[in-house]
């Protein structure tokens, strides 16, 4: 039972294995805001292995196209995500409200600011940090035409997620999982097929109330999760947890609006550049 | 190719973490396998799958050669159609195989290659269809949409009751039926489970009972199909009169092997002729002319009709059932519609169904068995 000791608050360890394009980054970073940043406990992956990772994007192999990829990663907010949100949104949301206190969940205690009247209430200034990490990593994804897998397990929900992901353009699956929908896709979804690079979970509990399988199942694939987790789930796998209500529809309209407008972002942003070095390009080639 | 191996040793570099690897075994995710490899891992994916581009490169193939194959018949390419193109590889051909799949065929693309099996996904890995990652993204993309109507319905309902307009009424859905599961199937391409289906057709169902626009009932047709009313009144024929001006309405009727026509004549004393002979000469037995006197008897006209009647087949009781039947029919038309449902309740207008049950081997009659002997 150490781990939950290395989980304090505002704790933040390295993010998200490289899989996107570049070598894992130091654990000094300055991208890693916040401080203490302490290493998980499969300590395999934070040493800093200097081999060079394939590209998963077929994309042609030119001296150009490594500013395409890198130079976003140098900046703190490359598509300036704090416009899109406030905490006052995020208080009319509200997000801030939790579950009774008896629904608690241990790890949850840091990300609670407090109880009232039985009631537990979410520290706001906690999950503007992390929600500005989530979708930071989430337009990072979209900008290099990642995958990304909304899954939520919420019946009041699930039209609005899946019109949500359909509108950006990214997949969901806010229906039954099939056990083996990740780990063994390859006889369920055809040979060949591409997994998704992040699943986002706006929902991380099942029907039962008990933690989704595609978390367990999106760190056994090495999948980057980010995920609203209230007051009554275990935020241990998710790798950008979002303390937060799933249970609102205010709160869930939000979640989906602000994903969808940094995918959107994010996708324009990849275009844009594109189409302005292939003018350059063109020019430099004349 | 090299793209797609690429992507494979990816996928594989994912899996095979414990795999041991070259220079690279010290980082969990980087282990190259390589595709014959992956290939063995894996087991039974099922059927190949086919691209876009393979099916229109087959069509354009399939095309030109059916122009070609018209030159070669010496007909006209631009109205060559499928059943020439089967009569010319029949002719150029021939094949004596008794399996017809077996033959040479050469049929639309298309038709050869199952929807079904295409590949769901691009150049780049990314899905078509925005629900490919459920496994059923056919069935719950129909669900997406039928829920999208239905929260339209609801709005539209919403709005009336605010500006206070009167309710629309609901469709009466009789004479159609919900397509069944196996109709579904074929629709969708997809394997269904009976939990889904039953879903999906409580689903139309609740959207059915709200008062919806003309949209979602064309959306609501496409999965009703109609059912042939079963039940037709049986018209009664209408009374014909004969030369004499007399009334006189026929009937036929079977029982067991006996075939029966009779006539029944107006205005008549009570006479019954059967085959040209007097009734009580061809049934001198008591019980077969009360069953002919019955349908008279049960309508209290039993002076009134004349009957002539033909009959051939059975014996002495079976023709008489015939002709009561034939005669029972024949009076359809005198009576009112009270009656005929009165006589239909009576067993009157019934054919007698029972036949001579055939003997059984093992057995000495239909029922009987032999003698059982202890020792």
Redesign the interface.
């Known amino acids: 039972m150490a781990v939950p000791r290395l989980l304090r608050a505002g704790e933040r360890v390295v993010p998200g294995?490289a899989?996107p394009g570049s070598a894992p980054p130091h654990p000094c970073d300055p991208r890693v805001s916040l401080p203490a940043a302490a290493p998980r406990l499969y300590s395999?992956?934070s040493a800093p292995?200097p081999?060079p990772?394939?590209v998963?994007?077929?994309a042609p192999p030119s001296a150009v196209d490594d500013s395409l990829l890198s130079k976003p990663l140098s900046h703190p907010d490359f598509f300036n995500l704090k416009e899109l949100f406030s905490l006052k949104d995020l208080f009319n949301a509200r997000v801030h409200l939790g579950h009774k206190k008896g629904c608690r969940h241990r790890f949850m205690e840091p990300y609670i600011f407090g109880c009232r009247l039985d009631q537990d209430i979410i520290d706001l200034d906690q999950t503007m940090e992390h929600l500005q990490l989530a979708l930071n990593f989430t337009a990072h994804i979209a900008y290099r035409?990642g995958?990304i897998?909304f899954v939520s397990r919420k019946r009041q929900f699930c039209?609005l997620i899946?019109s949500t992901?359909?509108e950006c353009?990214?997949?969901?699956?806010t229906?039954y999982w099939?056990g083996g929908?990740l780990t063994n896709a390859?006889?369920?979804?055809?040979?060949?097929?591409?997994?998704?690079d992040l699943i986002i979970f706006l929902s991380t509990l099942s029907n039962i109330f008990e933690p989704h399988v595609a978390i367990q199942d999106a760190a056994k694939?090495?999948i980057p999760t980010v995920g609203v987790v209230d007051t009554n789930c275990n935020p241990c796998l998710i790798t950008y947890p979002i303390p937060g209500n799933d249970d609102s529809p205010t709160a869930m309209e939000l979640y989906c609006k602000l994903f969808k407008m940094t995918i959107i972002r994010a996708k324009e942003k990849r275009r844009q550049r594109e189409i302005f070095d292939e003018l350059r390009r063109k020019a430099e080639g004349k | 190719m090299a793209a797609a191996v690429g992507r494979v040793l990816r996928l594989g570099g994912r899996w095979s973490a414990a795999a041991p690897g070259g220079p690279r075994a010290q980082t969990l995710r980087l282990i190259y396998t390589t595709t014959a490899v992956q290939k063995k891992n894996v087991g039974a994916s099922g059927p190949e799958k086919y691209t876009e581009e393979f099916i229109k490169k087959q069509i354009e193939e399939f095309n030109l050669g059916k122009r070609h194959l018209a030159n070669m018949m010496g007909e006209d390419p631009e109205t060559f159609t499928q059943e020439d193109i089967d009569r010319a590889i029949a002719y150029l051909f021939p094949s004596g195989l008794f399996d017809r799949q077996a033959r040479p065929m050469m049929k639309h693309p298309t038709a050869i290659f199952p929807e079904q099996r295409k590949i769901q996904w691009g150049e780049d890995g990314r899905p078509f269809h925005f629900l490919f990652y459920t496994g059923k993204q056919s069935y719950y993309s129909l669900m997406h949409e039928t829920y999208e109507k239905l929260l339209n319905a609801q709005k539209y309902q919403d709005q009336l009751t605010a500006q206070d307009l009167p309710q629309k009424e609901k469709r009466n859905l009789a004479g159609s039926r919900w397509l069944t599961k196996i109709e579904l199937e074929e629709m969708l391409l997809e394997k269904l489970s009976d939990d889904d289906y039953s879903r999906f057709i409580q689903l139309l169902q609740k959207l059915m009972t709200l008062p919806c626009g003309d949209i979602e009932e064309k959306y609501i047709q496409k999965f009703t199909k109609e059912v042939p009313v079963q039940l037709e009144k049986a018209v009664t024929e209408p009374l014909k009169y004969d030369e004499r001006g007399v009334a006189f309405s026929t009937g036929e009727g079977t029982r067991k092997t006996s075939r029966a026509t009779a006539v029944v004549y107006d205005n008549g004393t009570g006479k019954i002729t059967v085959n040209g002979i007097d009734v009580l000469h061809y049934f001198p037995v008591l019980q077969d002319r009360e069953q002919l006197l019955f349908p008279f008897q049960f309508l209290d006209r039993v002076g009134k009709h004349d009957m002539v009647c033909t009959v051939s087949g059975g014996g002495r009781s079976s023709q008489a059932g015939a002709i009561r039947l034939a005669s029972a029919k024949a009076l359809r038309s005198f009576v009112t519609e009270k009656e005929v449902e009165f006589m239909r309740q009576a067993g009157l207008l019934t054919v007698d169904p029972r036949v001579r049950e055939r003997k059984k081997p093992g057995q000495e009659g239909a029922r009987r068995k032999f003698t059982w002997k202890k020792r």
């Open positions: 294995p899989r395999s992956v292995v081999v990772v394939p998963p994007v077929p035409k995958i897998l039209h899946e992901a359909r353009g990214e997949y969901a699956h229906r099939q929908l390859h006889i369920q979804l055809g040979s060949g097929v591409r997994l998704p694939m090495n």
